[in-house]
C-alpha cells in the first residue's frame, strides 16, 4: 500500500476518505431493464420513498423466501406421494366405525 503523505488537514480528510471507499461492505451489480419496466421501478421506488437499492434487496428478499417455501411445498408433496395419505382421528374413528359395522353385519349373516 502506497504511503501518503498528508501536508494539510484537507490532505489527510481526502487520503482517508479515499481508503474507507476501498473497504466497501456492499458488492455493486449492474442490472438492466426494459424502459417500461424501468419507469415502474423508478416509480414504486418514489412511492415507497426508497432508493432502489433498497427496493431489490427487499424484492431478493422476498424472492429467495418464496423460492424456499416452494421447496418445501415440493418436498412435502414428494414425502406424501411416497408415505401416502396421512389421516386424521377423525378419519380413523370413521374407518373404524365402517370396519365394526360390516364385521357385525357379516356374523349376523353367518347366524
Given at each position: 500500500?502506497?504511503?501518503?503523505?498528508c501536508t494539510t488537514?484537507?490532505?489527510?480528510?481526502i487520503i482517508?476518505?479515499?481508503?474507507?471507499?476501498r473497504?466497501?461492505?456492499?458488492?455493486?451489480?449492474?442490472?438492466?431493464?426494459?424502459?417500461?419496466?424501468?419507469?415502474?421501478?423508478?416509480?414504486?421506488?418514489?412511492?415507497?420513498?426508497?432508493?432502489?437499492?433498497?427496493?431489490?434487496?427487499?424484492?431478493?428478499?422476498?424472492?429467495?423466501?418464496?423460492?424456499?417455501?416452494?421447496?418445501?411445498?415440493?418436498?412435502?408433496?414428494?414425502?406424501?406421494?411416497?408415505?401416502?395419505?396421512?389421516?386424521?382421528?377423525?378419519d380413523?374413528?370413521?374407518?373404524?366405525?365402517?370396519?365394526?359395522?360390516?364385521?357385525?353385519?357379516?356374523?349376523k349373516?353367518?347366524?
Amino acid at each position: 500500500m502506497k504511503a501518503w503523505r498528508c501536508t494539510t488537514i484537507y490532505d489527510y480528510v481526502i487520503i482517508n476518505t479515499m481508503s474507507l471507499s476501498r473497504s466497501r461492505t456492499s458488492r455493486v451489480f449492474t442490472i438492466s431493464f426494459p424502459e417500461d419496466l424501468a419507469t415502474q421501478v423508478e416509480e414504486v421506488a418514489k412511492q415507497e420513498s426508497r432508493n432502489i437499492s433498497e427496493l431489490f434487496r427487499e424484492a431478493f428478499r422476498t424472492y429467495r423466501l418464496e423460492r424456499m417455501q416452494r421447496r418445501l411445498s415440493a418436498t412435502r408433496a414428494a414425502i406424501t406421494a411416497r408415505t401416502g395419505p396421512h389421516y386424521t382421528e377423525e378419519d380413523v374413528e370413521q374407518l373404524v366405525d365402517e370396519i365394526r359395522t360390516e364385521l357385525s353385519s357379516g356374523r349376523k349373516r353367518k347366524a
